[in-house]
């Protein structure tokens, strides 16, 4: 079975730009999380969907918005890109959102020059 | 103070050796407790998991979880140099967000 899928692997940014990433979830999974995850720091929680409505959300900024398609994919939005906001960016895909049953995938690597 | 402490390392341990892993806390909500492994420029993967307190064992790992000290550890017996990598303990209350909140992660190299 496919595991989640991102894209784009990597991408570079300039300051003020926005960026949009990609997740799949595994096939069944109905419930993506975002983390934000800053070198040599543990991942940071950005928002939680479970059946395309947003069910939790972390301490960021409005400049990042996310939403959940029909089909369960889900994209991350960053608008006005600052240099702190370099980091994987990872998605988490659930059956049902439980915190014991969260599978990630490979991240997507943003620098912001 | 966060809310999840876990020592940056490295760890650096002989092939074949036991390892500890472990992390503190201070939320007393948590009742979800995670390991995960990840290797350099990968995504977290999922190794174990304990509801509550308690132990659980899954082949060459073991996770532990004290809630009156609030403190869990991860051992892994037999380590191999392909068990190098960073170990994250993630944790999480039982209420409706089910975000996980993770410590920074351990690096361990397991020498051969």
């Known amino acids: 079975d496919a595991g989640v899928t991102q894209s784009p692997t990597h991408l570079i940014k300039t300051r003020g730009q926005h960026v949009t990433l990609r997740c799949s979830p595994i096939?069944?999974?109905?419930?993506v999380s975002w983390y934000q995850q800053v070198l040599g720091q543990g991942p940071q929680f950005i928002f939680q969907?479970?059946?395309?409505?947003?069910?939790g959300r972390g301490n960021f900024p409005d400049r990042f918005s996310a939403r959940q398609f029909p089909n369960y994919s889900s994209e991350l939005n960053v608008n006005a890109l600052l240099l702190g906001d370099s980091a994987l960016y990872l998605c988490?895909?659930?059956?049902?959102?439980?915190?014991?049953?969260?599978?990630f995938g490979p991240g997507t690597r943003l620098t912001v020059t | 103070q966060k809310e999840v402490e876990q020592d940056p390392g490295p760890l650096s341990v002989p092939e074949g050796a036991i390892v500890s892993l472990n992390c503190t806390y201070s939320?007393?909500?948590?009742?979800?407790f995670m390991w995960y492994r990840q290797y350099s420029r990968k995504g977290p993967e999922l190794l174990m998991y304990?509801?509550?307190?308690g132990n659980k064992e899954d082949g060459r790992f073991t996770a532990q979880v004290d809630k009156s000290s609030k403190y869990i550890s991860l051992f892994i017996r037999d380590s191999q140099p392909s068990d190098s990598a960073t170990y994250l303990c993630?944790?999480?209350?039982?209420?409706?967000?089910?975000?996980?909140?993770f410590g920074s992660g351990t690096r361990l190299l397991v020498r051969p």
């Open positions: 988490a895909s659930s059956p049902g959102g439980l915190p014991n049953e969260q599978y």
């Open positions: 096939s069944g999974h109905k419930s």
């Open positions: 969907y479970y059946e395309k409505e947003e069910r």
């Open positions: 939320n007393s909500a948590f009742q979800y």
């Open positions: 304990t509801y509550s307190s």
């Open positions: 993630a944790m999480s209350p039982a209420d409706s967000s089910y975000k996980l909140i």
